[in-house]
């Protein structure tokens, strides 16, 4: 069984900063590509950043320049250090992970955090 946990997330005034962690744990042989994205009340959830197992990452064009996603291999953690946050950045974080469990064959299914809730005030 594979497990993601979230956290980090609270409540931050615009402009501040925060910093979000995902630690995987289980029957984990590889992690390929882990990412965060996020949901506003009666929005999809939508993409924020990606990260590569090589570590190439790739973001929504609206955090841009504020938002960089990283992650430890050897701890099997990812992060989202979110600086100049506004507003509009406000909502449930998840993430996911592309994860084998097999140590014979590469097959990566995609597994799923429970959220932490971040919010932005004026």
């Known amino acids: 069984q594979v497990q993601l946990v979230e956290s980090g997330g609270g409540l931050v005034q615009a402009g501040g900063s925060l910093r979000l962690s995902c630690a995987a744990s289980?029957?984990?042989?590889?992690?390929?590509?882990m990412g965060w994205y996020r949901q506003a009340p009666g929005k999809q959830r939508d993409l924020v950043a990606t990260?590569?197992?090589?570590?190439?990452?790739n973001y929504a064009d609206s955090v841009k320049g504020r938002f960089t996603i990283s992650r430890d291999n050897a701890k099997r953690t990812a992060y989202l250090q979110m600086n100049s946050l506004k507003p509009e950045d406000s909502g449930v974080y998840s993430c996911?992970?592309?994860?084998?469990?097999?140590?014979?064959?590469?097959?990566?299914?995609?597994?799923w955090g429970q959220g932490t809730q971040v919010t932005v005030s004026s």
């Open positions: 990260i590569t197992s090589g570590g190439i990452a």
């Open positions: 289980g029957s984990i042989s590889r992690i390929n590509l």
């Open positions: 996911n992970a592309e994860v084998s469990t097999s140590a014979s064959y590469y097959t990566y299914r995609p597994y």
